[in-house]
């Protein structure tokens, strides 16, 4: 990842959470972004941490694999998401509406005014952590990605999986990896 990428993810957060703090009457500040070569399970990741005197660090971790795999999603799906987080644990500790520690009705709300789709959980989905993967489409049309284990269940063993959202996987696309 070139630096002028890392400019612009810095950018689109920090653009993303004034649109947020403005919308919500928020305060949210994230003190701290992360970008890990390590991060292979996921997206991106927002987090906390309260200190002793009750002060809130907020921050976001975004995975190099994933941003060099999949930008656009990065920038149109996981920052708003994440982003969202950022804020909504922000007025649960500031106890204010919408105020989520999750991905509950508070959240949500936020992330859709993002421009993130809450329904999506592409983010947790896909993994890039070795190994083959395949690609697989949801009832729900979504893409999944399986790894080898998932993938044999299917074939093999003729079993039913669903994704987080319940949607049974019905379609094999191809082999990615």
């Known amino acids: 990842m070139d630096g002028k990428i890392k400019a612009r993810i810095e950018q689109l ?3 993303t959470l004034g649109k947020g703090n403005a919308q919500f009457g928020s305060s949210a500040v994230i003190n701290r972004i992360y970008f890990q070569s390590n991060m292979t399970n996921t997206y991106g990741k927002a987090g906390f941490v ?5 002060r809130l660090t ?12 999949d930008l656009d999603h990065i ?3 996981t920052i708003p998401h994440e982003v969202a987080h950022i804020i909504a644990v922000w007025l649960k500790f500031n106890k204010k509406r919408f ?63 669903r994704d987080k959202q319940g949607n049974r996987i019905t379609k094999f696309i191809k082999q990615v990896k």
């Not at 907020?58 to 995975?63: A, G, P, Q, T």
């Not at 190994?131 to 299917?154: C, F, M, P, V, W």
């Open 13 to 15: 957060v920090y653009d």
């Open 58 to 69: 907020l921050y976001l971790r975004f995975s190099v694999p994933y941003i060099d795999h």
């Open 99 to 161: 105020g989520d520690l999750g991905h509950g009705a508070g959240w949500q709300t936020i992330a859709k005014a993002l421009g993130a789709d809450p329904t999506q959980q592409k983010h947790s989905d896909k993994r890039l952590n070795g190994g083959a993967r395949y690609e697989y489409e949801t009832e729900a049309g979504n893409t999944l990605y399986l790894s080898q284990d998932e993938h044999d269940k299917i074939q093999k063993d003729y079993k039913v999986l």
């Open 75 to 77: 920038i149109n799906d």
């Open 50 to 54: 309260r200190d002793g005197d009750g």
